[in-house]
Structure formats: C-alpha cells, structure tokens
Nanobody, 127 residues
Framework: QVQLVESGGGLVQAGGSLRLSCAASGRTFSAYAMGWFRQAPGKERVFAAAISRGGRTTHYSDSVKGRFTISRDNAKNTVYLQMNSLKQEDAAVYYC????????????????????WGQGTQVTVSS
C-alpha cells in the first residue's frame, strides 16, 4: 500500500501561483511513477501532469503545459506541482496518484493506470 497526502491548496487570485505537495508513505516512493489529476465540480477527473519514477521524464496536459511544473524529491518521498499563471478554469480538487507497478520506466496519464490516490486538495481561483 501507498498512502498519499496532498497539501498546499487554497484560494489564489487569477494570475497567481500555488505549489501543491504530495507526501507518500508505505512503500519505496522512488519506485513509482506519479501523477496529478484534477476534478472540477460536476466534471470527470482529468489528467494534469505526470512524472517518471526517477523524475527525468514529465508530461503535461495541453491545458497546463507551460504554466505548471511537476517535480519530485525522492529523498523526501514527495511530489510537487508548481502552478503559475493560474486561471479560473484551473479551480478544482487536485489529486496526486501513484502507479501501482514499481520500477516502470515511463509516465502515465490515464486515471485507471494509477492504483493509489490521495484525498485531494482544493484549489480556488478568484477573478
């Protein structure tokens, strides 16, 4: 089992920045590809960003590319999502997720490819 706890959400003005953190425990964090997803009210959960287990490879949805940066610190068992130039359409609950199979060499961007999920952190963007 992998336990994931997100933090760092909150209220920010449009154009502002937030950094989300996701702390992992339970298994060897560095063995797992990680991802961030988001879910707005009444909408399905969608992919935002992903990172390979070593951190060398990242992937972003078109809607966040160039504004968000995913990174990880395997020594701290933490994955981050730096969000800049926030827009009202970025408002959502953000979830981090861990791919279930260790030692994969790639990243994943489909929710069903992830086996472990955090409880989510709310991001609200005001105009």
């Amino acid at each position: 089992q992998v336990q994931l706890v997100e933090s760092g959400g909150g209220l920010v003005q449009a154009g502002g920045s937030l950094r989300l953190s996701c702390a992992a425990s339970g298994r060897t964090f560095s063995a797992y590809a990680m991802g961030w997803f988001r879910q707005a009210p009444g909408k399905e959960r969608v992919f935002a960003a992903a990172i390979s287990r070593g951190g060398r490879t990242t992937h972003y949805s078109d809607s966040v590319k160039g504004r968000f940066t995913i990174s990880r610190d395997n020594a701290k068992n933490t994955v981050y999502l730096q969000m800049n130039s926030l827009k009202q359409e970025d408002a959502a609950v953000y979830y981090c997720a861990a791919h279930g199979t260790p030692f994969s060499t790639t990243y994943y961007y489909i929710p069903r490819d992830y086996d472990y999920w955090g409880q989510g952190t709310q991001v609200t963007v005001s105009s």
